[in-house]
């Protein structure tokens, strides 16, 4: 079992900034893919931002610019920093990763989210 725990959303002023993060625990053997996702309400869950375990990221196009994703191997643990914060990206923030455990078996698993909100 891996589990994830995220910390770090909070209230912020437009124009602000936060920084997530992400904590995986458990039988990791190796991990791959990490990444953010969010859910405004009334809206789908949607990418905001993956990093690969050799580092390539990925963007979302209305965050690139703002948002840097990073990771520490040796923690397990993915970071979000959010810079220049706006109305629009008020939503739960999930973390995702994928990888392998010691058991060989592959894991994708979820983190239970957090809310970020932006005031005007």
């Known amino acids: 079992q891996v589990q994830l725990v995220e910390s770090g959303g909070g209230l912020v002023q437009a124009g602000g900034s936060l920084r997530l993060s992400c904590a995986a625990s458990?039988?990791?053997?190796?991990?791959?893919?990490m990444g953010w996702y969010r859910r405004a309400p009334g809206k789908q869950r949607e990418l905001v931002a993956t990093?690969?375990?050799?580092?390539?990221?990925n963007y979302a196009d209305s965050v690139k610019g703002r948002f840097t994703i990073s990771r520490d191997n040796a923690k397990n643990t993915v970071y979000l920093q959010m810079n220049s914060l706006k109305l629009e990206d008020t939503a739960v923030y999930f973390c995702?990763?994928?990888?392998?455990?010691?058991?060989?078996?592959?894991?994708?698993?979820w983190g239970q989210g957090t809310q970020v909100t932006v005031s005007s």
């Open positions: 995702n990763a994928a990888g392998y455990s010691r058991s060989g078996s592959r894991f994708d698993t």
């Open positions: 458990g039988s990791i053997f190796s991990m791959n893919t």
């Open positions: 990093i690969t375990g050799g580092s390539s990221t």
